[in-house]
């Protein structure tokens, strides 16, 4: 029997809900032990950890500073959040983790900042890890990309033209995912929600708003914050919450517009049938507080009152409960009507015991009165059972909600946010319309990617003399350059391991009218299985994750030999290295075009156009080998 630190109200409230306690109890007990190595391996304080004053001499890919050490000329790497030229003071601090002690230079003073530095937009910048670029001009962005992607082609042997990489035309306010998160929920809620600080020990940075979000995005934000809040006491560890844009185009969207959270101080209104309000609106207020009724109420002070009661090793019997100071504040659900005032239901959290005040209705007296084990294990299971009826229906009321919807800069159509991973969400790109559902992937950057997809496709076309006839997905997902070049070409066909994405990318075929787009679902590799097409002319889109393309898919690729390959990549590292086996196998770069689908960060997409050399033969590169 292994005997469990059983201090939290909320470790109670897993028992009741016959939640897996001995996992949660794991976790508890190995982030214990981890804390406790921190703790005896980190002896000194941040006023003891050792400085230098850096010299920064250029920015590495990741968009940290590179530089070289005042004092003893040693250099110095991984200066987050510095510009070229700048005089910098850091301070070392060792990190420990499961993967061992880590050192790492943390920026504390700018000594001499570096006259083209410019003033971030987020108030969060320098702390928050989510972007690295906010003090550099977007013009000095745009060239630090370029010259990182020809540096990464020239280390794998690669001496190629790097174009201008093709900015956006939203430097802020452009991104249409955020996924902000807790990492634990203490006995008294939830701390921080946001994103990951770099700056200190690790830990969650309080985030309300975020810059390069989406109007909408950042009008729900605050709201789902309060929302999981008041959901803190269902949770038994942290969580990664949804926040994605989505166009306004389905009536079964339960539109939410015009919030306004009511005081802490005031009672919450009682619950509601519907989200919907007569005019077909509501707030996120109402629908925090459709969640945290059940929560706030009877269903705290139960788990309260069996926290006290185990922590004394004590029956829960009449004499136990008599004696709670909560014990006023347990009610069966059969005795909690509409008619029962929400103070009176709420009014549970205290833990500072008070004399009962005197019955002045049939459910004070009822409240008041002794009970035994049975009635307190039998309201419990009742409670259990309402929790559950109650998250079910918050999450289907959660998947329908479509908070903030308004026009969106940038974008054609009217866009708010969805906050449930399962829901389905519509964007569109150029006169090509896509559902899918909103905790899958899908470009960010709705401002820039339509200019990428027509690139793409125009690339994939080629001359008109290449006589291109069938276009091939690989990694296709929900058919974003299949769908889009359907007007182009007369065969397209697209392939994807997700099954889910497949039969998304087959209903917005449906969707699009798109009779000339076929689907398969499987691995990459499976292209060259199913698919049969004259290679002289074919064309290969790759858009793989951020690892590339594996070695088997390279070589199948290789002897089917397509015409054309146009490559796509967040990862320009693994895009050079694939381009090299792939420059061996008969083909050559024509094209190397970056977007900027990440403004204010590091990273970039990049697009790279292969075409067979002619004087290539598919014979000869296979006999090769």
Same mark, same amino acid.
């Given at each position: 029997?292994?005997?469990?630190?059983?201090?939290?109200?909320?470790?109670?409230?897993?028992?009741?809900?016959?939640?897996?306690?001995?996992?949660?109890?794991?976790?508890?007990?190995?982030?214990?032990?981890?804390?406790?190595?921190?703790?005896?391996?980190?002896?000194?304080?941040?006023?003891?950890?050792?400085?230098?004053?850096?010299?920064?001499?250029?920015?590495?890919?990741?968009?940290?500073?590179?530089?070289?050490?005042?004092?003893?000329?040693?250099?110095?790497?991984?200066?987050?959040?510095?510009?070229?030229?700048?005089?910098?003071?850091?301070?070392?601090?060792?990190?420990?983790?499961?993967?061992?002690?880590?050192?790492?230079?943390?920026?504390?003073?700018?000594?001499?900042?570096?006259?083209?530095?410019?003033?971030?937009?987020?108030?969060?910048?320098?702390?928050? @890890?989510?972007?690295?670029?906010?003090?550099?001009?977007?013009?000095?962005?745009?060239?630090?990309?370029?010259?990182?992607?020809?540096?990464?082609?020239?280390?794998?042997?690669?001496?190629?033209?790097?174009?201008?990489?093709?900015?956006?035309?939203?430097?802020?306010?452009?991104?249409?995912?955020?996924?902000?998160?807790?990492?634990?929920?203490?006995?008294?809620?939830?701390?921080?929600?946001?994103?990951?600080?770099?700056?200190?020990?690790?830990?969650?940075?309080?985030?309300?708003?975020?810059?390069?979000?989406?109007?909408?995005?950042?009008?729900?934000?605050?709201?789902?914050?309060?929302?999981?809040?008041?959901?803190?006491?269902?949770?038994?560890?942290?969580?990664?919450?949804?926040?994605?844009?989505?166009?306004?185009?389905?009536?079964?969207?339960?539109?939410?517009?015009?919030?306004?959270?009511?005081?802490?101080?005031?009672?919450?209104?009682?619950?509601?049938?519907?989200?919907?309000?007569?005019?077909?609106?509501?707030?996120?207020?109402?629908?925090?507080?459709?969640?945290?009724?059940?929560?706030?109420?009877?269903?705290?002070?139960?788990?309260?009152?069996?926290?006290?009661?185990?922590?004394?090793?004590?029956?829960?019997?009449?004499?136990?409960?008599?004696?709670?100071?909560?014990?006023?504040?347990?009610?069966?659900?059969?005795?909690?009507?509409?008619?029962?005032?929400?103070?009176?239901?709420?009014?549970?959290?205290?833990?500072?015991?008070?004399?009962?005040?005197?019955?002045?209705?049939?459910?004070?007296?009822?409240?008041?009165?002794?009970?035994?084990?049975?009635?307190?294990?039998?309201?419990?299971?009742?409670?259990?059972?309402?929790?559950?009826?109650?998250?079910?229906?918050?999450?289907?009321?959660?998947?329908?909600?479509?908070?903030?919807?308004?026009?969106?800069? @940038?974008?054609?159509?009217?866009?708010?946010?969805?906050?449930?991973?399962?829901?389905?969400?519509?964007?569109?790109?150029?006169?090509?319309?896509?559902?899918?559902?909103?905790?899958?992937?899908?470009?960010?950057?709705?401002?820039?990617?339509?200019?990428?997809?027509?690139?793409?496709?125009?690339?994939?076309?080629?001359?008109?003399?290449?006589?291109?006839?069938?276009?091939?997905?690989?990694?296709?997902?929900?058919?974003?350059?299949?769908?889009?070049?359907?007007?182009?070409?007369?065969?397209?066909?697209?392939?994807?391991?997700?099954?889910?994405?497949?039969?998304?990318?087959?209903?917005?075929?449906?969707?699009?009218?798109?009779?000339?787009?076929?689907?398969?679902?499987?691995?990459?590799?499976?292209?060259?299985?199913?698919?049969?097409?004259?290679?002289?002319?074919?064309?290969?889109?790759?858009?793989?994750?951020?690892?590339?393309?594996?070695?088997?898919?390279?070589?199948?690729?290789?002897?089917?030999?397509?015409?054309?390959?146009?490559?796509?990549?967040?990862?320009?590292?693994?895009?050079?290295?694939?381009?090299?086996?792939?420059?061996?196998?008969?083909?050559?770069?024509?094209?190397?075009?970056?977007?900027?689908?990440?403004?204010?960060?590091?990273?970039?997409?990049?697009?790279?156009?292969?075409?067979?050399?002619?004087?290539?033969?598919?014979?000869?590169?296979?006999?090769?080998?």
């Amino acid at each position: 029997v292994i005997s469990l630190p059983l201090s939290s109200p909320r470790t109670y409230f897993c028992m009741a809900l016959n939640l897996p306690l001995f996992a949660y109890g794991r976790q508890v007990l190995g982030m214990r032990c981890l804390t406790q190595r921190k703790a005896a391996r980190v002896a000194m304080s941040d006023a003891e950890l050792p400085t230098a004053q850096v010299r920064i001499l250029s920015l590495a890919r990741d968009g940290s500073g590179q530089g070289i050490d005042a004092a003893t000329g040693a250099t110095v790497s991984g200066i987050q959040f510095t510009h070229v030229g700048e005089l910098v003071e850091v301070k070392f601090r060792t990190i420990e983790s499961r993967q061992g002690s880590i050192t790492r230079p943390e920026l504390q003073t700018i000594i001499e900042p570096a006259p083209n530095r410019v003033a971030p937009h987020c108030k969060h910048f320098g702390t928050c @890890g989510g972007c690295q670029l906010q003090h550099v001009a977007y013009e000095e962005q745009l060239t630090l990309k370029q010259r990182w992607i020809s540096d990464i082609f020239r280390e794998q042997g690669l001496d190629v033209h790097v174009a201008i990489v093709t900015p956006s035309p939203l430097q802020y306010g452009y991104r249409a995912k955020l996924t902000p998160h807790f990492s634990s929920v203490r006995p008294d809620g939830i701390a921080a929600i946001g994103f990951r600080a770099v700056q200190g020990r690790p830990r969650v940075l309080d985030v309300d708003h975020c810059p390069i979000a989406m109007e909408t995005i950042n009008k729900t934000l605050p709201e789902l914050r309060a929302l999981e809040r008041a959901r803190a006491v269902t949770r038994t560890r942290g969580a990664t919450l949804l926040l994605r844009a989505s166009l306004l185009d389905s009536h079964d969207h339960a539109t939410i517009s015009s919030p306004s959270l009511p005081d802490s101080n005031d009672p919450p209104p009682l619950p509601t049938s519907s989200l919907l309000d007569p005019h077909g609106h509501s707030t996120l207020s109402s629908l925090s507080f459709i969640d945290m009724q059940p929560f706030a109420g009877p269903t705290a002070a139960a788990v309260q009152l069996q926290s006290r009661a185990l922590e004394s090793n004590r029956e829960m019997d009449g004499n136990t409960l008599s004696q709670s100071p909560i014990a006023a504040s347990v009610l069966p659900l059969d005795t909690l009507s509409a008619s029962t005032p929400p103070t009176a239901a709420c009014a549970t959290t205290s833990t500072t015991a008070a004399p009962a005040p005197a019955a002045t209705s049939e459910h004070d007296a009822l409240a008041h009165s002794p009970r035994s084990s049975t009635d307190t294990r039998a309201a419990l299971a009742q409670l259990r059972t309402s929790l559950h009826s109650e998250t079910r229906r918050v999450e289907d009321l959660l998947k329908r909600a479509l908070c903030h919807p308004g026009p969106a800069q @940038g974008v054609t159509g009217t866009y708010g946010t969805i906050v449930h991973s399962n829901a389905t969400m519509t964007v569109s790109v150029g006169t090509t319309k896509f559902t899918q559902r909103a905790g899958e992937f899908f470009q960010n950057n709705l401002a820039l990617l339509p200019r990428m997809v027509d690139f793409v496709v125009a690339q994939a076309r080629g001359e008109s003399t290449d006589n291109i006839e069938t276009f091939i997905d690989a990694y296709c997902g929900v058919g974003l350059f299949s769908l889009c070049a359907r007007h182009v070409f007369p065969t397209c066909i697209g392939v994807d391991v997700s099954r889910p994405s497949i039969q998304k990318a087959r209903e917005n075929a449906r969707l699009n009218s798109a009779n000339n787009c076929t689907f398969i679902s499987g691995t990459a590799e499976a292209i060259f299985a199913h698919v049969r097409c004259d290679p002289e002319r074919a064309v290969v889109v790759l858009d793989p994750p951020r690892s590339g393309c594996s070695n088997s898919f390279l070589e199948l690729l290789v002897a089917l030999f397509p015409k054309r390959i146009v490559y796509v990549a967040c990862g320009p590292t693994a895009q050079a290295r694939d381009c090299r086996l792939l420059l061996s196998r008969g083909y050559r770069i024509v094209a190397v075009q970056p977007f900027d689908l990440f403004p204010q960060t590091a990273h970039v997409e990049n697009v790279v156009t292969l075409v067979r050399d002619p004087r290539q033969s598919a014979e000869a590169v296979n006999g090769a080998t």
